[in-house]
């Protein structure tokens, strides 16, 4: 089960580096406009913040990846459970399907993860 619950975490890590490249690199294109539903006026008043919070999804992705290379169980709980909280949070305040798109995955690879 270890090597199923380590994909699990590998394929949120990958998740997290793909919306980093999305709000960092992607925000303005019209890719990125259109994942996000933007307007070219929003997505540029927005492209800091958005740049910002890609950031922070770098750093999420990066833990998960530390803790998959180290083989530590605490550091991949840790990450899982920061992503899982973040995702509830932008459900609510945001749109739902970030629970689906960001915390279930997680919540699935940390269950795993204790089994």
Not at 13 to 42: C, D, Q, S, V
Request: glycine share 8%; charged share 10%; proline share 3%.
């Amino acid at each position: 089960m270890g090597t199923v619950a380590n994909v699990f975490v590998g394929l949120v890590a990958a998740l997290h580096l793909y919306f980093l490249i999305l709000e960092m690199f992607l925000w303005n294109k019209p890719y990125g406009r259109k994942t996000f539903g933007l307007t070219p006026e929003f997505a540029a008043a927005s492209a800091a913040l958005a740049a910002n919070q890609g950031l922070y999804n770098g750093f999420l992705a990066a833990g998960l990846i530390w803790g998959l290379l180290a083989s530590d169980f605490y550091v991949k709980i840790f990450f899982l459970s920061c992503v899982i909280i973040a995702g509830i949070y932008g459900a609510v305040t945001v749109n739902k399907k970030i629970l689906f798109i960001q915390a279930i995955p997680a919540l699935i690879a940390l269950v795993l993860l204790h089994l």
